[in-house]
């Protein structure tokens, strides 16, 4: 397809499609929010949205500004707090979570808390929120990022959100379900899963127009790269229709 898509485009509907059937589904604020309403529109519309503040189910007919927002409530089967739906991670019943960051290593350990050192930080940035406790207790976690070579480090300047820690073991060591982790780092360069065994990035797709070494020059560390390395499709125009038109026509996260 010739029409043209913002990077903020391809991350959502990339993300969209790792939605099917009646999973439930944790969602933070903007790129996972745009997604889950598209898949709910297209691919997935028994999807169950989980919001932080206790929405739960909402219809997604009109975007959320925030996890706290009415608009999270809006048609949802519940209206809990904030204890309840951590509870409900808890208890194994959310199958999915998005989560973004700031940096991210190569076992998917998420920093937002700070950039530099801790007590005299470059920046301060929003913290964990219900972030930890997403990247802990859901089944699998999907992360979105633009891919930047500051983004993408070797060691975090804090950790915020675990993923697998130093490696194969480590989630279990620190007292977490063994099933639980990363799934797949999306990115408007492409697409990553984990090796089971070593727990490491690996890249097995690439976004349209992406070559393997710019995905190389904008990742600080080394990375495996699937034998199978796909490529891809670009948003279609159904997608991007739907996503400008229904999802987002005010242009509040896409523009």
Same mark, same amino acid.
């Given at each position: 397809?010739?029409?043209?898509?913002?990077?903020?485009?391809?991350? !959502?509907?990339?993300?969209?499609?790792?939605? &099917?059937? *009646?999973?439930?589904?944790?969602?933070?604020?903007?790129?996972?929010?745009?997604?889950?309403?598209?898949?709910? /529109?297209?691919?997935?519309?028994?999807?169950?949205?989980?919001?932080?503040?206790?929405?739960?189910?909402?219809?997604?007919? &009109?975007?959320?500004?925030? $996890?706290?927002?009415?608009?999270?409530?809006?048609?949802?089967?519940?209206?809990?707090?904030?204890?309840?739906?951590?509870?409900?991670?808890?208890?194994?019943? #959310?199958?999915?979570?998005?989560?973004?960051?700031?940096?991210?290593?190569?076992?998917?350990?998420?920093?937002?808390?700070?950039?530099?050192?801790?007590?005299?930080?470059?920046? /301060?940035?929003?913290?964990?929120?219900?972030?930890?406790?997403?990247?802990?207790?859901?089944?699998?976690?999907? #992360?979105?990022?633009?891919?930047?070579?500051?983004?993408?480090?070797?060691?975090? @300047?804090?950790?915020?959100?675990?993923?697998?820690?130093?490696?194969?073991?480590?989630?279990?060591?620190?007292?977490?379900?063994?099933?639980?982790?990363?799934?797949?780092?999306?990115? @408007?360069?492409? $697409?990553? @899963?984990?090796?089971?065994?070593? &727990?490491?990035? /690996?890249?097995?797709?690439?976004?349209?127009?992406?070559?393997?070494? @710019?995905?190389?020059?904008?990742?600080?560390?080394?990375?495996?790269?699937? /034998?199978?390395?796909?490529?891809?499709?670009?948003?279609?125009?159904?997608?991007?229709?739907?996503? *400008?038109? &229904? !999802?987002?026509?005010?242009?509040?996260?896409?523009?």
């Amino acid at each position: 397809m010739s029409e043209r898509y913002s990077a903020i485009e391809m991350l !959502v509907c990339l993300s969209a499609r790792q939605m &099917k059937g *009646r999973s439930t589904v944790f969602i933070g604020t903007g790129m996972p929010m745009l997604a889950a309403a598209l898949a709910k /529109r297209l691919y997935a519309p028994e999807l169950l949205p989980v919001f932080e503040f206790g929405g739960v189910g909402s219809t997604l007919d &009109k975007l959320p500004l925030g $996890v706290g927002e009415s608009r999270t409530f809006q048609r949802a089967f519940a209206a809990l707090g904030i204890c309840d739906v951590m509870e409900t991670a808890q208890r194994g019943l #959310i199958h999915d979570g998005f989560l973004g960051g700031a940096q991210i290593d190569p076992y998917g350990n998420l920093n937002t808390t700070v950039i530099g050192p801790y007590s005299r930080p470059k920046a /301060r940035l929003p913290g964990s929120g219900g972030g930890n406790d997403v990247g802990s207790l859901c089944w699998r976690t999907i #992360i979105l990022m633009r891919h930047e070579k500051q983004r993408f480090v070797p060691k975090l @300047d804090f950790l915020t959100t675990p993923g697998y820690l130093d490696g194969p073991g480590a989630r279990e060591r620190a007292g977490l379900p063994a099933e639980t982790g990363p799934h797949r780092v999306i990115t @408007d360069l492409g $697409v990553f @899963d984990f090796e089971p065994r070593g &727990k490491r990035m /690996r890249l097995i797709s690439l976004n349209p127009g992406v070559r393997l070494r @710019d995905v190389e020059a904008s990742t600080g560390f080394p990375f495996p790269v699937s /034998r199978r390395l796909a490529r891809n499709s670009a948003p279609t125009r159904l997608e991007l229709e739907t996503l *400008r038109e &229904k !999802v987002d026509p005010g242009r509040v996260f896409l523009a």
